[in-house]
């Protein structure tokens, strides 16, 4: 067996602080694990360089004998002094999105970060670089600036989703048409995870035991949380787009629209779902479209931006809300 494999079993037998470990209790381990032709020299001298060459956290206490071996508490498994370009690249990506990690993964991943950044500095004209400039993440809809997130309780609702403990806060109810709002404490909520949809972050939470429906929350509708010991209620799942979250109580129709040929997403090759069908018509600038689709907001949303666009032929519940919105756009914008 190669003197390299023998070393990377020897720091397999090494414990991180505070345990410690002795030359002789590597020595037996390494005699159990196949390295029968190896003496306690051997295994002495190597821990030596595993400690002198300091890639690998190998520390030793040599106030007692036998002296102990043991890996540094605060060793970090990557090695901050070998980060190569690509590495730090993908740190740099990482740290783009760090809203949605765990607090203590970003207190532990934060030395890297900062490495990172200065890695690419080192040559801000390389590929790597430069690459960081040439991609982005854009949205179609309106930019809007977000509103203030309280920072203290965005903190504590990421802690309870680690920990998968319940929560009590002040949340921001709407009532009467969203004429008026008004803030409500509520104990025993069950944080089940965060999603970003469309540049914005929601908490998906459930209320007590008994309650199983998931509620998508602005975290800016949250203020004064505060954690405590009880463990969530609810059984902790995959979490699902908030889309999905809502659509699960939508019916499926069958949409049926006359597309002007020129419509961007259309040019673009996007589908509104499988089974999308483009079909031509008797305008010779416009295709019948059809595809089978739920009735959501987000898809009215989508189909209102579309403008002269389109005109929606069935089913005629949709075709008479387009038709209602039209007549009140006119009453509204006529002299």
């Given at each position: ?36 032709h ?14 002198t ?12 004998k036998p ?6 508490a ?12 690509n ?5 740099k990506?990482?740290?783009?999105s ?40 854009s ?5 809007l ?6 920072a ?18 002040d ?16 104990d ?23 309650h199983?429906?998931?509620y ?28 999905l979250?809502?659509?699960n109580?939508?019916q ?37 479209l ?8 987000k ?23 387009f ?6 756009l ?6």
């Open positions: 067996m190669s003197a390299f494999q023998r070393k990377l079993d020897i720091l397999q037998f090494v414990p991180t602080a505070p345990r410690k470990v002795s030359s002789r209790q590597i020595f037996d381990n390494l005699q159990n694990c196949g390295h029968h190896i003496d306690m020299r051997t295994i002495q001298r190597d821990l030596v360089n595993l400690e060459v300091g890639l690998f956290g190998l520390e030793v206490d040599k106030r007692s002296y102990g071996w043991f890996i540094n605060n060793f970090k498994k990557l090695n901050l002094s070998l980060m190569d370009g590495t730090a690249l993908a740190f990506v990482l740290e783009q760090g809203a949605t990690l765990p607090n203590t993964t970003l207190n532990e991943l934060q030395p890297y970060f900062t490495k990172a950044t200065q890695v690419l500095q080192q040559d801000s004209d390389s590929l790597l670089s430069n690459w960081l400039k040439s991609v982005a993440d949205h179609i809809s309106q930019p600036l977000p509103p203030e997130i309280d203290v309780s965005f903190g504590r609702l990421k802690n309870a989703i680690y920990f998968k403990k319940q929560i009590s806060a949340i921001k109810r709407i009532f009467n048409g969203g004429n008026q709002m008004v803030w409500k404490h509520y025993r909520i069950n944080p089940m995870g965060l999603v970003k949809q469309d540049g914005r972050q929601l908490f998906v939470c459930t209320f007590g035991e008994l199983k429906r998931r998508a929350l602005p975290l800016h509708f949250i203020r004064n949380v505060m954690e405590t010991q009880d463990d969530c209620q609810q059984t902790f799942g995959e979490l699902e787009s908030v889309q979250l809502n659509n109580r939508k499926n129709i069958e949409l049926k629209l006359l597309v002007k040929n020129n419509a961007l997403f259309l040019l673009h090759g996007y589908k509104l779902s499988e089974d999308q069908i483009i079909s031509p018509s008797a305008h010779t600038d416009k295709s019948f059809t595809a089978t689709v739920k009735d959501t907001n898809l009215r949303a989508f189909l209102r931006g579309l403008g002269d666009n389109i005109e929606v032929i069935e089913p005629k519940k949709l075709r008479d809300y038709l209602a919105m039209s007549q009140k006119f009453a509204t914008y006529s002299p």
